[in-house]
């Protein structure tokens, strides 16, 4: 997959800002996809959106790629290796957004809140 550099970073910035937003609210759902434990898809009625680890780890880099209905990739962007602090501000929200995505995915806050219910501390 090679990385593309033809958009635009604002409406780019823009779109994964409502994307964490919409995952925070639970307006969209993501699904975990492929072969490792670390890729998340979430689809629209005419595309979709793919966001995971490239070294299967959940740290940097990330990769966010947007497909169209046909499954062929119509952007790409890959996050560098190093820190979140070290990241342009546009890496960074992808890192945020594959948080998000995961915690959905696994239902981390569910299972948050019944450990903290067993504990009595709910």
Known sequence: MTENTDYSEPK????VDALIRAT???RVNWNQVGTG?????VSFPRNSAMVWSIDDDGQHPFRLALFDAN?????SIETYRNSAEDQPPLFAKIGELYAAARKQVRNIDAILDGILEDLGDS
């Open 12 to 15: 780019m910035a823009k779109f």
């Open 24 to 26: 925070a609210n639970e």
């Open 37 to 41: 434990p670390d890729s998340f898809q």
């Open 71 to 75: 499954g062929q990739t119509l952007e």
